[in-house]
């Protein structure tokens, strides 16, 4: 190989590099991610998180690990709903999440002994801050 020739294959090897890091680097896609927790604060192991497209319908879903923690990885930008299920507990959803294109956003739960029938739901959209589990305003429950 010529002198040429190999200063010309270490720049194409270069602008190939640069290239690929440019194109990863202009993904729009985002994390959803939180931790699950009963109301002594004790981490919830497996229970079902849901992460629904609230415009297409889509959706996915994980259980909580062994410390309490679900992840959903390359989620497109939206408007969400995360809702938490496992048996003996009320179930948690929060309505309205905001994913912005290469956000991360935390949605952490905390759930409530109760029964199937029973909810707790949150509307993120609301710009007020969660004051407590009694605020009305935010936390609407449905037996």
């Not at 270490?10 to 939180?34: E, F, I, N, Y």
């Not at 909580?64 to 992840?71: E, F, S």
């Not at 029964?115 to 801050?129: F, H, R, W």
Request: hydrophobic share 40%; with cysteine; net charge neutral.
């Amino acid at each position: 190989m010529t002198r040429t020739q190999t200063t010309l294959f270490r720049t194409v090897l270069t602008l190939s590099a640069l290239c690929a890091g440019a194109v990863h680097a202009q993904d729009t896609r985002a994390k959803v991610q939180g931790v699950v927790k009963d109301a002594t604060q004790a981490v919830v192991i497996g229970a079902q998180v849901t992460l629904r497209n609230n415009d297409t319908g889509a959706q996915a879903t994980e259980n909580t690990t062994t410390v309490g923690q679900y992840l959903f990885d390359f989620v497109l930008p939206g408007t969400y709903t995360v809702t938490v299920e496992t048996p003996g507990f009320r179930k948690f959803v929060q309505k309205n999440v905001l994913v912005q294109s290469r956000g991360d956003v935390t949605v952490n739960a905390t759930i409530e002994v109760g029964s199937v029938g029973e909810s707790i739901t949150i509307d993120a959209s609301l710009k007020t801050p969660l004051m407590s589990s009694a605020s009305c305003d935010q936390i609407t429950r449905v037996h």
